[in-house]
C-alpha cells in the first residue's frame, strides 16, 4: 500500500488552504524527511516533508483548495505499482475503476469542469501561449500531462538538446512575433494599496523573498519575479540587460496595470534601476538591495562554485559567503540549492548567464548613469561585510540615492535583517 502524503492543519483555525509551491515534481523519487511543498499562512512559509521514501505520484496542483487531512500526494515504495491503492467510490457509489483511481482524492476540491494538468504541463502551456481547454490527456484519468502540451505545440520541430553553454535556451526567450516572452511570476502576498514587483539576484529565485516577507506584517501586494534562466523561467538568456528588462516589463503587464514600487536584490538590483530608466513602468519607488552593476568587481570565485558543487557538503561553504552569520543559511535554504543543482538543464542555463554577464569575473553591466538620471529618490540597502559584492562600491554615488550601510551585514540584507528592510519598502511604498 503507498504511503499517503495528506495536507496538514497548521493552525488553529484552519480548515482548508492550498499549497504554496511543491519542491518535488510528479515520478520523482523522494527521501524520507525530504521537503514536498510549502504552505503559506499568515505567519511564515510552513514546510511539509516526506513521510516515506518512494516515488511519488497525484501531486494536487497549488490552484486547488484543499481539506484539512485530505490526500494531496502518495508515495509509492520498492515493489508498488503507481496506482495500487485501496478501493474507493465514485459519486455514483460505484467502486472507481483503474483510471479514476489515483485523482480521486477525499477533500480536494475540483469543479469538475476544464482540464486538470500537471503543474509542469501548466507551466509550458503558459510559456508557450498554449490553450489547454478541449485537450486530451494522457495522463491516470486523463489528466494533462508534458508530453500532452508538447505534441500541441505542433511547430515545436525536434525535441530540445539539453541547456548548455552554447544551447541555453530550453523555452524561448521571445514569442513568435518576436515580442518578449512572460516570466514566472507569483503573487506571494495579497494586499492594498502599490504593490511591489520584487527581482532576485544571480542563482536564486523567486522564493528568495519568502523569508522577509514572512518577518513582518505589511499591507502592500508583493508580485515576486523569477529572471531569465532562473526559477521556472524560460532558461534562455538574453543578449543584453535592455532585453531582459523587456521581458519583465511584458510580464508586469500581463499581472498589473498602473502604478508599482520596484525592489531588487543583487543582479536584480541592477535589472530594476534599467527598468526605472526606460521609463516603460509607472515605478513610483525603488528600493535596491546588495545591488549589482555600481562597479566591476564581484567575488568570481563564489560565481563558479556555487554552479560547480553539486552536494550539500560542497555547497554549503559557498553559501555561507553570502552573510555575514552562517546560520541564516538554514537547512531549507542550502535543500532548495541542492535541488537547483539537481537540475542540470536550470544549472546550464545560471552557467550561461553568468559568462554573460559577469565574464572573466567581471560585472559588465553598470547602472550609475541609470541611477543618476532618475528624478525619484532611490533607497539602497548593503552590507559592510559583503564578499560577493564589495561595500566599497557604494562610494560616489549620485544625489538621489540614499544609502543604509547595515553593519554584520553580508550580501543578503533582506534575509539578515528582514524586518529592517520591510520598514525600508513600506517608507518607500507610502512615498509613492
Known amino acids: 500500500m503507498p504511503t499517503h502524503v495528506v495536507y496538514p492543519k497548521v493552525s488553529l483555525e484552519m480548515s482548508s488552504g492550498r499549497i504554496a509551491r511543491w519542491l518535488v515534481s510528479e515520478g520523482e523519487t523522494v527521501r524520507q524527511g525530504q521537503v514536498l511543498f510549502e504552505i503559506d499562512n499568515d505567519k511564515a512559509a510552513v514546510e511539509v516533508e516526506s513521510p516515506a521514501t518512494g516515488v511519488i505520484h497525484a501531486l494536487v496542483d497549488s490552484e486547488v483548495e484543499v481539506d484539512v487531512g485530505a490526500d494531496v500526494a502518495r508515495i509509492y515504495g520498492a515493489g508498488e505499482t503507481y496506482g495500487e491503492t485501496e478501493p474507493q467510490e465514485t459519486a455514483a457509489g460505484e467502486p472507481a475503476n483503474e483510471a479514476t483511481r489515483a485523482i480521486l482524492v477525499p477533500g480536494v476540491r475540483r469543479s469538475g469542469r476544464g482540464p486538470n494538468p500537471t503543474p509542469l504541463a501548466r507551466r509550458i502551456a503558459r510559456e508557450h501561449g498554449i490553450a489547454l481547454d478541449g485537450l486530451t490527456g494522457t495522463g491516470p484519468g486523463g489528466r494533462i500531462q508534458k508530453t500532452d502540451v508538447v505534441a500541441r505545440i505542433g511547430d515545436a520541430g525536434p525535441a530540445r538538446r539539453p541547456a548548455t553553454v552554447e544551447n541555453p535556451a530550453i523555452l524561448p526567450a521571445v514569442r513568435k512575433d518576436g515580442s518578449p516572452a512572460t516570466l514566472n511570476a507569483v ?126 557538503e560542497s555547497l554549503k561553504p559557498w553559501l555561507d559567503l553570502l552573510v555575514h552569520d552562517a546560520a541564516v543559511i538554514s537547512p531549507a535554504f542550502l535543500q532548495a540549492v541542492v535541488q537547483q543543482r539537481d537540475d542540470t538543464d536550470l544549472t546550464a542555463a545560471m552557467r550561461a548567464f553568468a559568462e554573460r554577464f559577469f565574464p572573466d569575473g567581471t560585472q559588465a553591466i553598470a547602472i550609475r548613469d541609470d541611477l543618476a538620471r532618475l528624478s525619484r529618490p532611490v533607497r539602497i540597502v548593503f552590507g559592510r561585510q559583503d564578499r560577493i559584492l564589495p561595500f566599497s562600491a557604494t562610494a560616489g554615488l549620485p544625489g538621489n540615492v540614499g544609502l543604509h550601510a547595515l553593519d554584520a551585514c553580508g550580501h543578503m540584507p533582506h534575509l539578515e535583517y528582514p524586518a529592517l528592510v520591510m520598514r525600508i519598502l513600506g517608507e518607500v511604498c507610502r512615498s509613492g
Open 187 to 312: 503573487w506571494l502576498r495579497k494586499g492594498e494599496g502599490l504593490p511591489v514587483v520584487l527581482l532576485h539576484g544571480f542563482s536564486a529565485d523567486l522564493n528568495n523573498w519568502r523569508g522577509m516577507l514572512a518577518a513582518a506584517r505589511a499591507d502592500w501586494p508583493a508580485l515576486a519575479i523569477d529572471l531569465p534562466a532562473h526559477g521556472r523561467s524560460p532558461h534562455a538568456v538574453p543578449e543584453d540587460l535592455d532585453r531582459m528588462a523587456g521581458s519583465i516589463e511584458a510580464t508586469v503587464a500581463a499581472q498589473h496595470d498602473g502604478p508599482l514600487v520596484l525592489a531588487g536584490h543583487s543582479f536584480g538590483g541592477a535589472l530594476a534601476a534599467r527598468l526605472a530608466s526606460r521609463g516603460q513602468l509607472d515605478i513610483r519607488g525603488l528600493c535596491l538591495v546588495s545591488p549589482a552593476g555600481l562597479g566591476p568587481q564581484i567575488n568570481g570565485a563564489f560565481v563558479e562554485g556555487v554552479l560547480r558543487a553539486r552536494q550539500r
